[in-house]
């Protein structure tokens, strides 16, 4: 049942379900719209976590790259135990995955752009190479390798970002997986020889193979083994028989070199491939150059878009829908990973309150002086200074009452101190006692990424059956009533939070189809899906109405370019000047903000001067004298 | 004047003054949170309050949780309409405990490693805006046509292209280096060295360590090369230039966010804005040892002169 309080966060819908996972979209568990981070809930469910070894994996795996902070690296925020199952709490990317980019150019017969698909590889490249090279505190290698590196598992978000997604689950998932044919399946198509064989010594050197098969797909339109079944690719795989990437002729040299990057990866031998991620990301980098240059995040986005208009929105929708108070039985420990005090190395705990200059200072000096009005009005009244003391007692009654009820500091914080609703900043959540106490938790690489994107077009009203809960909540289903889905405009600052469509979720086994190997033409039908699928529907946010919430109001308009900041200089300050002919209220020497564009500029005594300013640049202007 | 009527004007007294004192604090729509006595966090307060125009309640954490505690727990009881909070320990607070009240802030470096962040906040940014900062040193040294910057994992794509199409218009070539680690930090510099002007270093707490910092420092010396930062703390211990946001401005900047929010109802969106007013800051010792010409009529616009 959604919306239901979980650990530290509240579960908002579910995103996708597989056999040993639930991937739930959530959000800090506070119960009102003040302060929203969304998050993805990876669910382990309770019968496989009675393999020790694997909880002991996942526990390590997940506690060592919790500690990856990387632009291109989405952050495993926590992880620990709720009864009987485990969770692992994820950043949520707003957009979309690198599969179902890849589907949809496939259903329009369409190759993704060659500069757009290096982008997203250099950025993968860039992740990679920062986990692999990790160090500990004694600065030995932490050893960290993704080992589930594929286009399910690399995110573009709407703003254009590139982020890599499940870092670090996928070796203990895989342990799990072995014996779990189906979800083993999905991976094999994206997995090195050695890898396959199952040696214990895998270094960074499988994450760059599957970056090689992934570039692949993405610049053929199909993966290398796509048509083959599992038993065809693990004998391929295994043999060293993998298809090599061939250029369309008319990319002349450009192409030929991108093809010996992209097969330099897919060497079989460890030691052909490049020797780490950043010799590989630099070569991407040199390639792109004669691609016209890696696109920025501006244009990558502006590429998204174009390939699916619907998604932003449908992502900025979602985000507000529930962004809105949610009513809950119980509301959710705010919780943090991290707390400012327990950051700071000054902060010792005292008893010290509020100190004067706010109300609780000013307020003991207020309740004192008030204290003593009303007693002299008091005497007044029983001396005869009958209006006068009525007027003044009045005064006091008003103002004493919320005074008296008001506590002094030191009792406010010994309350708080001992109160033990009040969250505590300085501990960590429960759950994350817990983790660290006792257990782990397991996951499948394999549903998170999809859980992650907005997947296919969702529409946003369409009726949808609720959600299959995987998982038997314990606690009671909450009522819900959340807030209607507010059309949003397209145009927002920086942070605006995201949101995929609420998706019914299936998982599809794809029968194998049509071939093609070591082809650069897009196939002549739409390829198939991977042969694991997790495809996100077209439901959406009906089998939860939503209650009515004040809307916040419309965005503001777009605003005209920004100004610059233009200082002129002259041997004088302090001579006025004339920008464009016209008087300002400006001197020389001053700095101001100016519309940004092609300006002249005089002043007397001075020869005019030409400029450019630029949008939030600063220029400065030297006159010269006459 | 006999003693009763004395004694009556001082009752009056008394109780005028204390309705005048009570009556700010109990009115104020805004409330402002202050994470501790140090001037980046105290210095914005004043120009917010004489640009906010109306009366406002500030509280100073001293660095304390138990006040923190105690404060939002008495807020919770009478909320008011914005808080403004300066430190990361007060926004968080805010952000935290009193989830349902906008939240303007500023002097947090990293907002969202705190989760200060989402519907309901904004902030203004304790970095220069990119083009801002190389447009500015270019003002003071238009010579140096190529600099090495070296980039840590968490500064974002966005920023490093809003600097290289700010240098492009410019006529300066950008040689972005990425570092991972101090290791790589030093390799850069030693790589790069050779093949740029001058230095950019990016603050990531990822790569630069006190150690690290110190490299460079005596590194871009070594080799005369200016090294750009962009905090005024960094251009003390031996940078050379820094562009970085005024603090009295990022006071009347959020005390505008602030005014539209109470006035015009405006919506946070949990947007970071770019401070509006910077200062340059020059560390002539640097200047010295980098081997760098300022044109002297340029240093008196020089905000901080650090000797």
Known sequence: MYPRPYANYTLLEQLATGGMSQVDLARRSVDDAGYVRFLVVKRIRANHVEDESF??????????????????????????????????????????????????????????????????????????QYAHTRTDAHGRSMNIVHRDVNPRNIMVSISGEVKL??????????????????????????????????????????????????????????????????????????????????????????????????????????DDRYPDADTMRRAVYQVAEAFGGLPTTAELREWLHALDPDLEPRVRQKMESWSGPIPLGRSGDPGSDEVPFALDASGTMDARAIPPG??????????????????????????????LAVVLLVVGLIYLPPLLSAEPDAQATAEVNQAPPEPDPTERSPARKTDESEQGAESDGSSTAAAQESSKPAKPSSSTPPAPSVTAPKTAPEQRTPPPARSTSSASPRVAPETPSQPAVSIIEEPSPTP??????????????????????????????????????????????????????????????????????????????????????????????KVTLHPRMSRMVRLSPK | ??????????????????????????????????????????????????????????????????????????????????????????????????????????????????????????????????????????????????????????????????????????????????????????????????????????PDRAVIDRPTYRFVVEETRRTRRPLVVETENMVRA???????????????????????????????????VDPEEVDVVLSLSSLRAAGAELDPLMLDFVDVVVR
């Open chain 1, 55 to 128: 909880v002991r994996m996942f526990k390590d795996e997940a506690r060592i790259t919790s500690e990856l902070r990387h632009t291109h690296i989405a952050q495993v925020y926590d992880f620990g135990r709720v009864g009987e199952e485990y969770y692992l709490a994820l950043e949520y990317v707003p957009g979309t995955d690198l599969r179902v980019i890849l589907s949809t150019l496939r259903q329009r017969r369409e190759r993704m752009p060659v500069r757009m698909a290096l982008r997203i590889m250099h950025d993968v490249l860039d992740a990679l």
């Open chain 1, 165 to 270: 997604i499940d870092f670090g689950v996928a070796r203990a998932s895989d342990r799990l997986e072995r014996t779990q044919t189906d979800h083993f399946k999905g991976k094999v198509a994206y997995m090195a020889p050695e890898q396959i064989s199952g040696g214990d010594a895998l270094d960074h050197r499988v994450d760059l193979f599957a970056i090689g098969l992934t570039l692949y797909e993405m610049l053929v339109g199909a993966g290398p083994f796509a048509g083959m079944d599992q038993t065809q690719i693990l004998f391929r795989i295994m043999q060293g028989r993998i298809p090599s990437f061939a250029p369309p002729r008319d990319w002349g040299e450009s192409g030929r070199a991108l093809a010996q990057v992209v097969n330099k990866a897919l060497r079989a031998d460890p």
């Open chain 1, 358 to 387: 706010d109300s609780s200072g000013s307020g003991t000096v207020t309740r004192t002086m008030v204290l003593t009005g009303v007693g002299m009005a008091t005497a007044l009244l029983i001396g005869g200074g009958a209006i």
């Open chain 1, 516 to 609: 093609s190997p070591s082809i650069v033409e897009i196939p002549s039908e739409p390829e198939p899906e991977p042969e694991l699928t997790v495809r996100i529907g077209a439901s959406d946010s009906a089998s939860t109405p939503k209650a009515p919430e004040p809307a916040p109001p419309p965005e503001p308009e777009p605003e005209p370019a920004e100004p610059g900041k233009l200082t002129i200089l002259s041997g004088n300050r302090g001579v006025p000047v004339f920008i464009d002919g016209k008087k300002t209220p400006y001197k020389t020497g001053d700095q101001f903000d100016w519309p940004s564009g092609d300006l002249t500029i005089t002043a007397d005594g001075h020869e005019p001067a």
């Open chain 2, 1 to 202: 004047m006999s003693r009763a009527v004395r004694t009556l004007l001082l009752s009056i007294v008394t109780v005028l003054v204390s309705v005048a004192v009570v009556t700010p604090a109990w009115g104020s729509r805004v409330v402002v949170i202050v994470s501790d006595d140090l001037s980046p966090y105290t210095d914005p307060v004043e120009t917010f309050l004489e640009a906010l125009g109306e009366p406002a309640t500030v509280y100073n954490l001293r660095g304390r949780e138990s006040d923190a505690m105690g404060l939002a727990k008495r807020l919770a009881k009478d909320p008011p309409e914005v808080i403004f909070a300066l430190g990361a320990k007060a926004a968080w607070t805010a952000r935290t405990q009193l989830p349902k009240v906008p939240l303007v802030y500023t002097s947090v470096l990293a907002p969202t490693r705190f989760g200060i962040e989402g519907t309901r906040t904004a902030g203004v940014s304790m970095v220069a805006g990119p083009e801002l900062a190389v447009s500015e040193f270019h003002n003071y040294f238009p010579d140096y046509k190529k600099i090495g910057v070296l980039r840590g994992p968490s500064i974002p794509d966005a920023r490093i292209e809003a600097m290289e199409s700010a240098a492009k218009l410019l006529g300066i070539e950008l040689e972005v280096q990425r570092v991972r680690n101090p290791r790589d930090v030093r390799q850069a510099l030693r790589t790069l060295g050779p093949k740029v002007d001058a230095f950019w270093l990016q």
């Open chain 2, 238 to 272: 031996g940078g050379m230039f820094a562009t970085v946001p005024d603090a009295r401005g990022t006071g009347r900047q959020a005390a505008s966010i602030v005014r539209e929010v109470l006035d015009k109802g405006r919506y946070l969106r949990g947007e970071i």
